[in-house]
């Protein structure tokens, strides 16, 4: 049986920004809003690529802090789909800082997101799955429906 939808590669996006001075805080590093932007800028550009729609953030699921970046520093962001649902998309995005320096990459942030893709009335519209193609990728996709659980259990708390 032939697995339905598209190689994550087909999504997978690479950002390069250079950290400059109005982007950091009093001690010369990033603000953690600004790589949020970053953060939320390429899931989208990621998620629009699968499925060739305009896309929504429905969540941001989990960020990880690592390490921080300084002023100069260039920042590589990389995302890529890792599962989906019927119209939303799970979007594993990481960003390394390398110094200039040192040359020395270093691990920045992590962050899964899902964005929701829309149709020309804004209405979400159904999207292909996605079909892993490295290690990590393939753990993130065995990983997505404890996830997806997870969002739907803090949705329904926030009802109540």
Known sequence: ?????LPASVSRTSQTKLVLPPDTNHLETIFG??????IDEIAAI???KHSNRVVVTA??????????AKVGDILHLEGVVI???RTSMEVY???ECQSLK???KTLT??????MVAVDDEGKPTPVLGVIPETNQEEQLFLTAEKRRKRRLQVREEKLE
Do not use: C, P, R
């Not at 942030?109 to 899902?114: D, E, K, V, Y």
């Open 46 to 48: 990621t998620a629009m």
């Open 109 to 114: 942030t992590t962050a899964i997101l899902t």
């Open 33 to 38: 809003g600004t790589v949020l932007s970053y």
């Open 102 to 104: 040192s040359k020395e």
């Open 93 to 95: 995005v990481k960003v």
């Open 83 to 85: 599962s989906t649902g």
């Open 59 to 68: 969540s941001i699921d989990t960020v990880n802090f690592l390490s921080s």
């Open 1 to 5: 049986m032939e697995e339905e939808g």
